[in-house]
């Protein structure tokens, strides 16, 4: 499993136990940290310190970490096997192409490097969720759920066709706070408790 870090990584651990066979070793969860940013001029209103230039969440993702298969065989492991990359929610899908781009481009290069010419490596992905929105904001239809032309970023057509894209939930356009980067969660706990049905 490949977990986009940060909202990847506590998705990716449940998923473990439940992916867990017995008598199997517990699957390796690698971690990638990727960043959203746009560049803007520093004359830009919301502009930093930083001469020339600012990060605004939107259009360009960075690297901030990158898999560290150190101890796993370098790349060469991954030749040929099946990925799950697993993140908290697709939004404009950006960050998740940049990941199945970039993560088959390694892939290949490492295929290559071994003139493996077997079974192909197949990336899938899990979300919890995957947001969409119809021209007046309203939640739309499930049917569109994974349908590339409704997003920024493009995943695989092989890889939605095949039910290798899941999702969870699918949502309108909410903002989602998940349990885990929640400060006070005590407070939370104490409003879901007072709520008829909990
Ligand atoms: P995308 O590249 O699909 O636009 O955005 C992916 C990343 O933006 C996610 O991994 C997440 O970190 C952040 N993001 C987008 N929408 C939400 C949201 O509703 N809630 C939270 N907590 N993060 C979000």
Redesign the pocket.
């Known amino acids: 499993m490949i977990a ?1 870090g940060g ?1 990847g990584y506590v998705p990716a651990r449940i998923l473990r136990s439940f992916l867990k066979q017995t008598e199997s070793p517990n699957i390796p969860i690698q971690a990638i940290g990727l960043s ?1 940013y746009e560049q803007l001029p520093s004359t830009h209103p919301s502009a930093s310190s930083t001469p020339g230039e600012v990060e605004q969440l939107g259009a360009k993702v960075t690297r901030t970490q990158w898999l560290d298969l150190s101890s796993l065989g370098e790349m060469e492991n991954l030749v040929g096997k099946r990925i799950l990359i697993v ?10 192409e940049y990941a199945v781009k970039e993560l088959q481009k390694d892939v290949e290069i490492a295929r290559q490097k071994l003139g493996y010419e077997g079974e192909k490596t197949v990336f899938s992905i899990f979300v919890l969720h995957v ?1 969409f929105t119809n021209p007046r904001g309203k939640r739309v239809l499930i049917e569109t759920q994974n349908k590339n032309k409704e997003k920024k ?1 493009q995943l695989p057509e092989d890889m939605l066709n095949q039910d290798r894209y899941l999702a969870a939930r699918t949502v309108g356009d ?5 349990p885990w ?1 929640a400060t006070d969660i005590e407070a939370h706990d104490a409003m879901a408790l007072k709520q008829s049905g909990v």
């Not at 993140?87 to 998740?96: I, K, Q, Y």
């Not at 909410?174 to 998940?178: A, D, K, L, Q, S």
């Open positions: 986009i909202g959203l993140d908290e929610v697709d939004d404009t899908r950006t960050t998740l947001s970023g909410v903002w989602i706070c998940y980067e």
